[in-house]
């Protein structure tokens, strides 16, 4: 039976000023509780859907569905809004406010969202580990550490789709491991992520990915490795609206 | 949260932070600077030309149709810290030609014609007067002798011994001033006044006042209006000659502080905006991730405002004593005279650092919501 997507981009296109073409007419479904990993090499446009996927950024042509909503129809601040509503986001350079702390940079998002609750952002750190740091600025966390603060920070408001970019990318091998674990709970908590990764090993916990290139959706791969055609949704979901093939 | 942000995001920088206060600092130590100098040499020099006499009248309004209510008028020149003296004339007889003789009290009368050369000294009690020159000249009179003043039919007369001759240049030239009540009130026994010399004698008692209005003419206007407004049937009229110059004197000093604040409002403004904007651009990615993590336009732009505001109010506070020690000297030094710190002064050297501040944070805000989030936090 085809649930409705959490997620559904419809041709979605990115152009930057001088011609540069980040996405080409991509297209993508995510069901609610689905694990996506976006792979590709450098400059195959992972980060800039990601982008679209967030609000962050509109796309040139076509349409970014989130929840219902189009994100390409959004202002700067009703983005804003929608986004500490039902998204939270991890980044490959963790992105910690240097002059906070680990317990102040999780109720900052606490903050936007609704009331910072010192409680709360304590279970959530230490859902990640990181209970013993919580009073240590961001420059004395070691970066598999700022990477789980930036997970906290992502979780605190309870969000539906979890988006992360690269999120073991400046990680040991040790700290990966712990990042994998993480989302590998997330998942089985039943909430939705959408990865961008070079890493295979993070992209393999994926219950699929999807690779780009050039812009351009190359093929989807389930968890398993076996490779589909691009144009084949999950679970016989179709990928594409009819007519973009 | 917001407070605590504030803080910890003003203190991350020490550099940024002591760069920034300190413009502030010299925009508010300059501020309080001319402002407690304009604001001191407008009182001392109000002050100095109170010292002068009297600036306005006040007399009873050609087409009022009530009767001037005096009391208003002492009570709204009070209220504008007028000194004032109230003068009755009245027209008498002396040697059988008509003379202007005005009572008034001695001290508020000194107070109010300071510039009058005295040949002789004031009337200090009833009984005595002071003779204005042309009346002395025409009279032959001189300190010591007597002066004999028939107020016709309606008064009977009165006898003054001269203790003056005083010159003014002016009509009290020809006036003869007694002590008040020095003019008898009521009628008393007819004099030996011909019927050609009681013709003679001009209209009813004359009453007006004399004032001396701080803050020149535009004091003497205010103070006009009101009373125009309280309908006491009274006019109050400047003295052009003497307003013109106090005002031309208070008007430059003015004028002079009014430019250098303006000047050092703008260049700390042009100065610290383009120091703003440029930290605007190191904290790109910061800036970024609070919109990405929620955070409205108007909540980025408010954040980067009152960090700016915070530290205009260190500034501020430490501008203020500066530019206080830096007042009294220039008082001590240039105009040889004490300036005291002053409240206002401390108003407008807040008042200024803060909108220097929050000019510059506006500068860069403009800045700030132009930064793309997308372009500045992505990792490839």
Redesign the interface.
């Known amino acids: 039976m085809t649930k409705t997507a959490i997620i559904d981009v419809r041709d979605a296109s990115k152009a930057y000023p001088g011609g540069v073409k980040a996405l080409d007419a991509v297209s993508l479904r995510v069901e609610p509780g689905e694990w996506v990993a976006l792979m590709g090499a450098s400059g195959s446009g992972k980060t800039t859907l990601l982008n679209l996927l967030d609000g962050l950024d509109k796309p040139s042509n076509g349409e970014v569905i989130v929840l219902g909503r189009d994100l390409s129809s959004m202002g700067p601040d009703e983005g804003a809004v929608f986004r500490r509503e039902n998204m939270g986001l991890v980044f490959q350079q963790f992105h910690l406010i240097p002059y906070l702390t680990a317990l102040e940079n999780v109720m900052l998002a606490q903050h936007f969202h609704s009331m910072a609750d010192r409680k709360e952002a304590l279970e959530a750190l230490a859902s990640v580990q990181m209970d013993h740091r919580v009073r240590h600025l961001p420059s004395q966390l070691s970066g598999g550490e700022q990477q789980r603060v930036c997970i906290a920070r992502a979780l605190i408001n309870d969000p539906k789709i979890i988006l992360a970019d690269e999120p073991t990318g400046n990680l040991d091998e040790a700290n990966e491991r712990k990042v994998f674990e993480i989302f590998g709970a997330l998942h089985a908590q039943g909430r939705t992520l959408v990865v961008a990764t070079h890493d295979r090993e993070l992209g393999a916990l994926a219950g699929r990915i999807v690779r780009l290139q050039h812009g351009r959706m190359v093929h989807r791969q389930a968890s398993g490795g076996a490779v589909r055609d691009a144009s084949a949704g999950p679970a016989g979901i179709p990928a594409f609206p009819a007519g973009t093939r | ?2 407070r ?2 504030l803080f ?2 003003s ?2 920088r020490p550099g940024v932070l002591l760069w920034t206060t300190l413009t502030l600092t010299l925009c508010a130590a300059l501020v309080t600077l001319f402002a407690t100098t304009t604001l001191q040499v407008n009182r001392k020099m109000t002050g100095a030309l109170a010292e002068l006499g009297a600036n306005a009248v006040a007399a009873p309004a050609r087409h009022a149709g009530s009767r001037p209510v005096w009391a208003v008028l002492f009570s709204e020149a009070r209220e504008a810290h007028a000194r004032s003296a109230l003068l009755h004339l009245r027209v008498g007889l002396v040697k059988g030609l008509p003379v202007a003789v005005v009572a008034a009290r001695p001290g508020p009368l000194a107070m109010m014609t300071p510039y009058w050369r005295i040949t002789g000294r004031r009337p200090e009690s009833a009984g005595t007067c002071l003779v204005g020159a042309r009346v002395a000249r025409r009279l032959t009179l001189a300190p010591g002798d007597s002066l004999k003043v028939a107020w016709g039919t309606a008064g009977g007369a009165s006898s003054y011994r001269i203790t003056g001759i005083l010159s003014s240049g002016d009509e009290d030239d020809g006036r003869v001033f007694v002590k008040v009540f020095g003019i008898p009130s009521e009628v008393k026994t007819a004099t030996s006044v011909s019927p050609a010399a009681e013709k003679r004698l001009k209209g009813p008692d004359f009453t007006y006042a004399l004032l001396s209005v701080p803050g020149g003419a535009r004091g003497v206007a205010r103070l006009a209006a009101t009373l125009r407004a309280s309908d006491a049937g009274l006019a109050v009229n400047p003295f052009r000659q003497i307003l013109y110059g106090e005002g031309a004197v208070l008007n430059k000093v003015d004028l002079l502080c009014g430019l250098a604040l303006a000047a050092v409002f703008l260049l700390s403004v042009l100065g610290l905006s383009a120091a703003v904007a440029s930290r605007v651009l190191t904290r790109a ?2 800036i970024s ?11 980025v732009a408010g954040f980067l405002v009152a960090e700016m505001s915070f530290h205009g109010l260190i500034g501020g506070l430490a501008g203020f004593c500066i530019g206080t020690w830096m007042a009294q000297g220039v008082g001590r030094h240039v105009f040889e005279t004490s300036f005291s710190p002053s409240p206002e002064a401390f108003a407008v050297a807040l008042t200024a650092t803060v909108l220097v501040a929050a000019a510059a944070g506006a500068a860069g805000v403009r800045r700030a919501l132009k930064l ?4 500045l ?4």
């Open positions: 949260m917001l605590r942000m910890k995001s203190i991350h990615r910061e991730l609070l919109r990405a993590l929620g955070a409205k336009r108007r909540w793309d989030p997308g372009v936090l992505r990792s490839e």
